[in-house]
C-alpha cells in the first residue's frame, strides 16, 4: 500500500540518482511474505492507469518498505510524473490494472509528508518530520478527510444526471446540500445516487472519526442549459444569507433610504458571507474554491445587478485560486478578483471600462485593470453578464510586480490614509513640493522625475483626458509607490464608465484638458490635488514639449478612428450572443445599448479633431503638419514616434508644428542604416532623431535587405529537463536556444523546425505572433519540445528524445528548403545540456552548467584534472580533407553521420597530434563527426563543397 509521500521536498531527503530534492513515495509491504511488485504501476491521472511502471522484478520485503523517486526522469526507481504540491493525486494499480490504493490531497506544507498514522494504519495523517524507507513513528498532525469522488464531472449536460459519492476512507459519511448553503452534520445524508434534473450546485462534505471535516466540495451541474462562449461562473452562497428580506447581504433590508444610493441598505453594510467560486471555460470546471463575497462599488450597488468581490481567505477555506484568468497577464494565482456590473455602464454598454483599458495597455507604459466577460450564476441561477476583474488593491501589486504588502503605499481618492490603514503623510509632502516648487527651472523637474514615474503619470493623463472621464481627477484615482527612498510614484487607471460619450457631460465635446488643468474651472474637481501634480509639470518646457506631441501620436495610433471603431465592434461581438438573454433577464430591451454604441462611435469619429484643437487653445499653437515616416527595406521595422509605437510601414500623423519630437527605431528585424528625407539626403544614422516641424514632412527609415537568418543557430538544448527551467506554463520541458549573432533582432516567425531531418517542414513556426517569435540583437530565444503549441508561439508539435536524435531550423522559398542550422545529439543526461561550447560556434560540448536564455560557459568551476582532453576540428567547410587535433595521446573513435542521422562511415585513432580526415568518398551536403572516447565525446558539423 501507499505509506507515505512528499510532494514539496526542499530540504528534507536528497534523491542519490539526481542529487537533488526530490518528491518521493513511499509503498509499504503489510504482509509476512515477500512481494514482487515488479509490472505495478503508479499514476497521479485516474485516466492514465499505466503511466509508470515499475521495473520488473522489484522486490518488497514482509514488513518492509520500497522508495519511489517522483523526479520526471523515467529511469529505475524514478517515475515519470511528479506531484504537484498544490493538490493531486497518487494511485497504486497491480500488473492486472486493478486498483490496490489512492490517496488525494489538497496543498501540501514545505518539507512535510502525508502518510499513515502508523505503518499500514487506515488513518491519514500529516508528519513535519518525514520518514522515507523508515517506520511512521513521528508526531503526526490529523489531516481533513479526503474531498469525495464525484461519478460525474461538474459541467453541462442536456439529459438529469445521476451522479454517485464515494470516498478513499472507509466508514467516511459524506454529507450534501443542493441549494448554495455549505454542507453540515445536519445536512442531507448520502445513501444513495443523487439525481439532478436542472442547474444545481452540489456541496459536499466528508466526515470520518479520526479525520477533520473535509473541506467542502462544489461541483455545478448545468442541465438543459445552453453553454456560452464566455467563460461562466458558478456561485454557491447560502441562500438566507444572501437573499433573505430581511437579514440578506444581497437585499435592500429594513433600512434603506428610498433616494439614491439607497444609503442604509443591507448591500451597504460591511458584510462577508461564505461562497464557493467555480469558473467553467469552453464547459470545462477549471477553478473550484471556498472564499468569501461581499457586495463591491460604489453607487452602483443600487442597481438590481450588483457587483462582488471574491476573497480567497483562510478562514473560507481557500487562500488562493489557481488560473491564468486573464490572458494579457500572465500572473496565475489569485486572492481577490471582483465580478463587475460595469459600474454606470450596467444598464447600457457592459463592456466600455474593460475596452477602453485595453485599447491603452498595449500602446503604453501604464497599470491598468485587466478583465474578462464571464457569464454569472447564483445557485444555478442565471445572473447574466458581468465583467471578471482583478482587483486593485495591495494584492495587485503582487500580483503585477511581485511586491509584498508591507514593501508598498497605495492610497486613493486623496483619502487621509493609504489602502491597509497607513500614514499618508508622504504623499501629502508630494503635494506641498509640488505647490511650492517652479518647475520652469530644468532642476526641479529633474529633481520630480525622482519622485513620480513622469513617464508613466504623462501616459495616465492622457488616457482620462482624451477619453473625457468626469468621474475624475478626484474619484476614481489610486497611486501607489514601492517603500523606501529612490522609489516613485505611479497611478492606475481604472473606472472609465462615465467617459467617451456616456452622457452629455463627457462626450466629445468636452474640453477635459482644461477640466484637469485649471485651478478655477467648471469641473467639480478644479482645484483639488487630483490637478496639482498636472498643473505642476506644465509649467516645465520638456514636460509639456513631450506631452502634447506625445499626445498627438497617440491620437495618431492608438485612438485613431479606425482602430477605436474596430475595438467598439469587436468588443460588442464578443457580447453580442449572449446580449439578449442578458437584456430579458434585468428587463431591459436592446435600444439603450444600441444607442450607447452608436454615441461611442461617434465619440471615435469627433474626438481625434476635437482634442488637437483643446491642445492648441490650451497651449497656443497656431497649426499642425504632417509627418511621413517610412520604413524600408524591413517589413517588421518598429517605430517610435514619441515613445508611440507605429503599426505599419508607412506612418502618416499630425503632429504640432514648432514643438520638437523624437521619432526612433526601436525594433527591427533588419540592421538599420541611416534616416534620409525623402530626396535621398542623409539626415543620421543615429536611431533616433529629433525634429521640429515647420510644414509636411516626409521621412525614410534605411535598412539593410538582409534578413540575417544565417546567422541565427542552433546554441543549446536539453533532451531531459526535469528540474532546470520551466516554461510559461511552470512545466519542466525539453528545450532548444536559439541565438542571434547579429547586432539587430531577427523573426523567426514562419521558418520550421523538425526532429527528423527526412521531413525538413515537420512544424512550422507561427506567423503574425508579434514579439514572441523574435530574437533580440546578441539575444536568445527558447522553444519548448514538449508538443503543446497550444501554450504559445514557442512551443513545437514535438518532443525532443534523451536517447538522442536530430534538430533542424530550416526555411522554405518557393518550395525550396535551405537549412539555416541543424545538430545532432546522442544520449543525454537529466538536466544536462548540449550546446556550443561558445555562442555561435562551430563545437558542440555537454554542459553541466546549463544557461538557457544566457551566453553558454564551460563548466570552468569543476576541478581540474590532469590529462583533460581537448579536441579540435578544422575547417568545417571543406572541399577534401579535414583534421582533428588533440593533446593526448589516447584512443579516440571517429563517426560521420549523415543529416538524416545514418552512419557513413568510422575510424579509430591515437590523438597527441593532428590527423588528417580524407573525405572524397563524401558527396556534397552537411555532415556531423563525432569524436568521442570513454571520457570525451563531442560533436562538429561540417560542410563537404
Not at 442547474?199 to 455545478?220: D, E, F, H, I, P
Not at 457586495?295 to 481567505?313: E, L, V
Request: proline share 3%; glycine share 6%; net charge negative.
Amino acid at each position: 500500500m501507499i505509506n507515505e509521500f512528499q510532494a514539496d521536498n526542499v530540504s528534507t531527503v536528497k534523491n542519490p540518482n539526481s542529487g537533488n530534492y526530490d518528491d518521493w513515495v513511499e509503498l509499504y509491504n503489510i504482509g509476512t511474505q515477500e512481494v514482487n511488485i515488479g509490472g505495478y504501476y503508479l499514476t497521479n491521472e485516474k485516466s492514465d492507469t499505466t503511466k509508470w511502471q515499475i521495473p520488473l522484478g522489484i522486490k518488497i520485503q514482509a514488513k518492509g518498505y520500497l522508495l519511489i523517486w517522483l523526479d520526471n526522469s523515467n529511469v529505475g526507481l524514478q517515475s515519470n510524473f511528479k506531484l504537484d504540491k498544490n493538490g493531486d493525486i497518487i494511485i497504486l494499480y497491480n500488473s492486472n490494472k486493478e486498483r490496490l490504493d489512492i490517496m488525494s490531497f489538497s496543498t501540501m506544507a514545505e518539507n512535510t509528508s502525508i502518510g499513515r498514522m502508523t505503518d499500514g494504519n487506515a488513518i491519514w495523517s500529516s508528519f513535519m518530520q518525514t520518514t522515507p524507507s523508515g517506520a511512521n513513528n513521528t508526531s503526526a498532525t490529523t489531516l481533513s478527510a479526503p474531498e469525495p469522488i464525484f461519478s460525474v464531472k461538474a459541467g453541462y449536460y442536456t439529459e438529469p444526471v445521476n451522479l454517485t459519492l464515494t470516498s478513499f476512507i472507509t466508514n467516511a459519511k459524506i454529507y450534501y446540500t443542493l441549494d448554495g448553503s455549505s454542507p453540515t452534520t445536519a445536512s442531507a445524508l448520502y445513501t444513495k445516487p443523487i439525481s439532478i434534473s436542472s442547474n444545481t450546485v452540489l456541496k459536499t462534505m466528508v466526515q470520518c472519526t479520526g479525520y477533520k471535516n473535509s473541506r467542502v466540495a462544489t461541483r455545478t451541474y448545468f442541465v438543459g442549459e445552453r453553454n456560452s462562449t464566455l467563460p461562466v461562473v458558478s456561485i454557491g452562497v447560502d441562500p438566507y444569507n444572501f437573499f433573505d428580506e430581511t437579514d440578506g447581504m444581497y437585499m435592500m433590508g429594513p433600512n434603506a433610504s428610498m433616494g439614491d444610493p439607497n444609503y442604509g441598505a443591507n448591500f451597504w453594510e460591511d458584510i462577508e458571507e461564505p461562497v464557493t467560486f467555480e469558473y467553467f471555460v469552453d464547459g470545462e470546471q477549471e477553478v473550484e474554491v471556498n472564499a468569501g463575497i461581499k457586495i463591491f462599488g460604489g453607487w452602483s450597488r443600487r442597481f438590481a445587478q450588483r457587483s462582488f468581490s471574491i476573497n480567497c481567505k483562510q478562514e473560507f477555506g481557500d487562500e488562493r485560486m489557481r488560473y491564468q484568468l486573464f490572458n494579457d497577464k500572465p500572473n496565475d494565482v489569485y486572492k481577490q478578483v471582483i465580478l463587475r456590473n460595469s459600474g454606470s455602464d450596467v444598464n447600457s454598454l457592459k463592456y466600455r471600462d474593460l475596452m477602453l483599458q485595453n485599447m491603452v495597455s498595449d500602446r503604453m507604459d501604464i497599470d491598468y485593470q485587466a478583465g474578462q466577460p464571464t457569464i454569472v450564476y447564483i445557485n444555478g441561477e442565471y445572473w447574466g453578464i458581468m465583467n471578471l476583474r482583478e482587483k486593485i488593491q495591495e494584492r495587485y501589486l503582487k500580483d503585477n510586480y511581485n511586491l509584498e504588502e508591507e514593501d508598498i503605499t497605495v492610497i486613493a481618492n486623496y483619502k487621509s490614509e493609504t489602502e491597509n490603514g497607513g500614514s499618508t503623510a508622504e504623499f501629502e509632502s508630494l503635494l506641498d513640493y509640488f505647490n511650492n516648487t517652479d518647475f520652469s527651472n530644468n532642476t526641479n523637474y529633474n529633481s520630480a522625475k525622482n519622485k513620480i514615474d513622469v513617464n508613466e503619470f504623462m501616459n495616465y493623463q492622457i488616457t482620462e483626458i482624451y477619453y473625457g472621464n468626469f468621474d475624475w481627477p478626484n474619484l476614481n484615482i489610486k497611486y501607489w509607490k514601492k517603500n523606501g527612498s529612490g522609489n516613485k510614484w505611479r497611478w492606475i487607471v481604472y473606472d472609465l464608465d462615465q467617459s467617451t460619450a456616456y452622457y452629455e457631460n463627457c462626450n466629445q465635446y468636452r474640453n477635459s484638458l482644461e477640466d484637469a488643468y485649471m485651478e478655477n474651472g467648471n469641473h467639480w474637481a478644479n482645484g483639488r490635488p487630483g490637478c496639482t501634480i498636472f498643473r505642476g509639470l506644465l509649467e516645465n518646457t520638456e514636460f509639456k514639449n513631450e506631452f502634447v506631441q506625445r499626445f498627438a501620436a497617440h491620437i495618431n495610433s492608438t485612438f485613431a478612428t479606425e482602430r477605436f471603431s474596430n475595438f467598439i465592434d469587436t468588443y460588442d461581438s464578443i457580447y453580442a450572443d449572449e446580449k439578449p438573454y442578458h437584456l430579458e433577464r434585468w428587463g431591459h430591451n436592446d435600444s439603450l445599448w444600441n444607442a450607447e454604441k452608436s454615441d461611442l462611435h461617434l465619440f471615435a469619429e469627433e474626438r481625434p479633431a476635437l482634442m488637437q484643437g483643446f491642445i492648441q487653445d490650451m497651449f497656443g499653437i497656431s497649426s499642425m503638419s504632417t509627418l511621413t515616416v517610412e520604413a524600408k527595406n524591413a517589413e517588421s521595422a518598429k517605430i517610435e514616434i514619441c515613445s508611440v509605437a507605429m503599426e505599419g510601414k508607412s506612418v502618416v500623423g499630425e503632429y504640432f508644428t514648432n514643438i520638437p519630437l523624437t521619432v526612433s527605431v526601436k525594433q527591427t528585424t533588419r540592421k538599420f542604416i541611416h534616416w534620409e528625407e525623402s530626396d535621398g539626403t542623409v539626415i543620421s544614422t543615429d536611431l533616433s532623431i529629433t525634429l521640429t516641424l515647420k510644414s509636411d514632412k516626409k521621412i525614410i527609415a534605411v535598412f539593410d535587405q538582409s534578413s540575417g537568418l544565417e546567422n541565427v543557430f542552433i546554441n543549446e538544448l536539453m533532451a531531459s529537463n526535469t528540474n532546470t527551467i520551466a516554461d510559461n506554463k511552470g512545466d519542466y520541458e525539453d528545450w532548444i536556444e536559439l541565438y542571434n549573432a547579429n547586432d539587430f533582432a531577427v523573426d523567426i516567425s514562419g521558418l520550421y523546425v523538425t526532429d527528423n531531418f527526412d521531413n525538413p517542414t515537420k512544424y512550422q513556426i507561427p506567423q503574425g505572433i508579434g514579439t514572441e517569435t523574435i530574437i533580440p540583437a546578441k539575444g536568445f530565444l527558447l522553444l519548448w519540445a514538449d508538443d503543446e503549441k497550444s501554450e504559445g508561439a514557442t512551443h513545437v508539435e514535438f518532443k525532443l528524445s534523451g536517447s538522442g536524435e536530430q534538430f533542424g531550423l530550416a526555411q522554405v522559398n518557393g518550395g525550396k528548403v535551405t537549412w539555416i542550422d541543424s545538430v545532432l545529439f546522442f544520449k543525454q543526461a537529466s538536466d544536462m545540456s548540449f550546446g556550443r561550447s561558445v555562442d555561435g560556434s562551430g563545437t558542440f560540448v555537454s554542459m553541466q552548467n546549463t544557461t538557457p536564455r544566457a551566453p553558454n560557459t564551460l563548466d570552468t568551476n569543476l576541478p581540474t584534472v590532469a590529462g583533460t582532453i581537448e579536441i579540435k576540428l578544422y575547417p568545417t567547410v571543406i572541399d577534401r580533407d579535414f583534421y582533428v587535433e588533440s593533446n593526448q595521446e589516447e584512443q579516440l573513435s571517429l563517426e560521420i553521420y549523415s543529416l538524416t542521422g545514418a552512419k557513413i562511415g568510422s575510424t579509430e585513432f591515437v590523438g597527441g597530434g593532428i590527423s588528417t580526415i580524407n573525405t572524397t568518398s563524401l558527396n556534397e551536403g552537411v555532415y556531423f563527426v563525432k569524436v568521442s572516447n570513454p571520457s570525451i565525446n563531442k560533436t562538429f558539423k561540417i560542410i563537404k563543397k
